[in-house]
């Protein structure tokens, strides 16, 4: 594994979202699979970032399959919410000094995306 995926591992595992904010780079862009628009700046992808952490990141969350260089990550994902199944793919991309300047989330099922669009807007609610 790079250094670039190993700080991710670290920001998600240890729970600290100030991690998770010291490798987002101010420009990132963040295409959620919920939302028609990818959301640009540090800012945004922060706050959907955290509340994805606290929607997705339960006891039964692993990752399943990761391939990554120095510039990109795509990490395959498990984990169950309210007894329901839930596959996904993070696709991260990083810049020359290791910040993340491109973060793609996909879900699978449909039944997923309907269940996480609906916990994300209510932790976004809370946050905001």
Do not use: C
């Amino acid at each position: 594994m790079t250094d670039n995926i190993n700080n991710w591992h670290k920001a998600i595992i240890s729970g600290d979202l100030t991690l998770l904010d010291a490798i987002l780079d101010e420009s990132v862009v963040f295409h959620s699979p919920i939302l028609h628009k990818p959301q640009v700046g540090k800012k945004l992808a922060f706050m959907y970032l955290s509340a994805a952490y606290k929607v997705l990141l339960n006891d039964s969350f692993k990752y399943v399959k990761e391939t990554s260089n120095e510039t990109q990550a795509i990490l395959e994902f498990e984990t169950e919410i309210d007894g329901f199944y839930i596959n996904g793919v993070d696709i991260i991309t990083f810049n020359a000094e290791g910040k993340i300047i491109d973060f793609k989330v996909m879900l699978r099922p449909l039944k997923a995306i309907e269940l996480v669009g609906g916990k994300m807007m209510e932790m976004l609610q809370k946050l905001g």
